[in-house]
């Protein structure tokens, strides 16, 4: 007989981090995030330490379970709790599927910045794993940080990544002067780069050579 299972609750969550809270420490972490967020001050491994029980607890709960506590997570007015979420669904990916994609990207609007951003960026990928499901909707969505997401998405990919929707999705973005799409088309690229370093040398010396500079700076850090 398979063991009783009680799903732990925001209130764990709650009761586990509160404790930690660090006053003298949240202003700086506050200010990083540009004064958009309030912090308990709790540094990232001091975190994760503190929550690993309550993610090890979580290994039999369903995507509906995890997406609903992420929700609540995400409603909560300290940072830390959004990462708390980020920490539980990653731990947890292998429990989603493409359907939980809109739950995900509906997160992706809420307190959108690039920490939460590129964190649900991950998750996504890991998800898809070598598929690219609402990916070319996310590419044309009206909110950028959705936009990111797109390209962002097969980060770590390595020999699975579609080297024809990169190269199309960096091209796709480059008239935009978002910072945060700038920067996120020559992060992928120079992510690839690491695995297809020729052909994204031949891409930004060719159909990418007109991308902005913020974006051929990045792509070419490491060639």
Same mark, same amino acid.
């Given at each position: 007989?398979?063991?009783?299972?009680?799903?732990?609750?925001?209130?764990?969550?709650?009761?586990?981090?509160?404790p930690?809270a660090?006053?003298?420490r949240a202003?700086?972490m506050?200010?990083y995030?540009?004064?958009?967020?309030e912090f308990?001050?709790?540094a990232?491994?001091?975190?994760?330490?503190?929550?690993?029980?309550?993610?090890?607890?979580?290994?039999? =709960?369903?995507?509906p379970?995890?997406i609903?506590?992420?929700?609540? /997570?995400? %409603? +909560?007015?300290? &940072?830390?709790?959004?990462?708390a979420?980020l920490?539980?669904?990653?731990?947890?990916?292998?429990?989603?599927s493409?359907?939980?994609?809109?739950?995900?990207?509906?997160?992706?609007?809420?307190k959108?910045?690039?920490?939460?951003?590129?964190g649900?960026?991950?998750?996504i990928?890991d998800?898809?794993?070598?598929?690219?499901?609402?990916?070319?909707?996310?590419? =044309?969505?009206?909110?950028?940080?959705?936009?990111?997401?797109?390209? /962002?998405? %097969? +980060?770590?990919? &390595?020999?699975r990544?579609?080297?024809?929707?990169?190269?199309?999705?960096a091209l796709?973005?480059?008239h935009?002067?978002?910072?945060?799409?700038q920067?996120?088309i020559?992060?992928a690229?120079?992510?690839?780069a690491?695995h297809a370093?020729d052909?994204?040398r031949?891409?930004?010396?060719?159909?990418?050579?007109?991308?902005?500079?913020l974006s051929?700076?990045? =792509?070419?850090?490491?060639?």
């Amino acid at each position: 007989m398979g063991r009783f299972f009680i799903m732990p609750t925001t209130k764990d969550i709650i009761s586990t981090l509160a404790p930690l809270a660090d006053s003298t420490r949240a202003p700086a972490m506050r200010a990083y995030m540009r004064d958009q967020f309030e912090f308990l001050g709790i540094a990232t491994p001091e975190r994760r330490s503190a929550l690993r029980s309550i993610i090890r607890e979580l290994r039999d =709960a369903g995507a509906p379970e995890l997406i609903g506590l992420a929700q609540e /997570l995400w %409603q +909560l007015p300290e &940072r830390e709790y959004q990462y708390a979420a980020l920490d539980i669904m990653a731990a947890n990916w292998k429990s989603f599927s493409a359907a939980e994609l809109p739950h995900l990207m509906a997160l992706v609007r809420q307190k959108s910045w690039w920490d939460s951003v590129d964190g649900l960026a991950g998750i996504i990928g890991d998800i898809l794993r070598g598929e690219h499901d609402g990916m070319d909707e996310a590419l =044309a969505h009206g909110d950028f940080w959705v936009r990111r997401i797109a390209l /962002l998405h %097969q +980060l770590g990919w &390595r020999g699975r990544t579609d080297q024809e929707r990169l190269f199309r999705y960096a091209l796709a973005c480059a008239h935009e002067r978002e910072f945060f799409i700038q920067k996120a088309i020559g992060w992928a690229l120079r992510d690839y780069a690491r695995h297809a370093p020729d052909a994204v040398r031949a891409f930004l010396a060719g159909p990418g050579a007109d991308l902005p500079a913020l974006s051929l700076r990045e =792509a070419a850090k490491h060639l």
